[in-house]
């Protein structure tokens, strides 16, 4: 049976509980889920099932779909819209980013540390502007991904001490392209650097044929750890040398813009 991630069974738990797992089964790729999907995916009783789906069409939080199928609210996005990383960082970030594109023609990604615990940290992606010559990526709003294999992930990794970082790299780092950094050692080194240039790259390791490079913010209360970062495609136009500057400058003028508002 398969149990939607991070919401493991237990007969105990209360409708909150069983209400995010309801809310958990809905991925970037299963937008979309019939009643039996959401039962199989969290391990509940289709009855069990039918009875929070109604619960949840009728306070927003599910909206039906085609073919008996159901995705998540509207009510639930417009809560979305009062966090402080939708109100505060994404539309202050909103003018930057767009200078940062029209500087570079290429996709921006703005994201944030999201650290339960090391061992389960990731990067949520706060924003996105890209363009028609943009070259595809995997990010998107909202979306999450590892820290390890991506530029904005790279640069938040940079931004935690020694301890964190130790206990980050003590769980096994899975590839996404075999270009990936899965050795911790070589990781850290990879963190060093950017800690020393104010900037972190990948290349390939996320996706094939494409470079990435970013820049962590500095701290800013009530905000977690933050990066800016662009992706482009390897070749003689899109080097290190000319995105870094644009970049770094774009994560200050950011970081100066929310800490005085």
Known sequence: MLLAPGYPRSMGEGVLQRTMRILG????????????????RTGLALSTAHRLIAQMLAEGLLSRAPGHRYTVGARLWEIGELSPLAQRLRETALPHMVRLYEATGENVHLAVLDDPT???????????LTGRASVPTLGRSGGRHPLHTTGVGKALLATRDDA?????LAVPLVPETRLSITDPERLRLEVRLARRRGYATTREEMTLGNISVAAALGAVPGLPPTALGIVAHIDDSHDER??????????????RALRHP
């Open 25 to 40: 089964a809905f991925t970037e790729d299963a937008p979309a889920l019939s009643a039996a999907d959401l039962a199989a």
């Open 118 to 128: 090391p061992d389960a940290a990731s990067a949520v992606f706060a924003g996105r």
């Open 164 to 168: 964190w970082l130790d206990a980050y």
């Open 242 to 255: 000319r995105l870094a500057p644009l970049v770094v400058q774009a994560a200050k003028d950011l970081t």
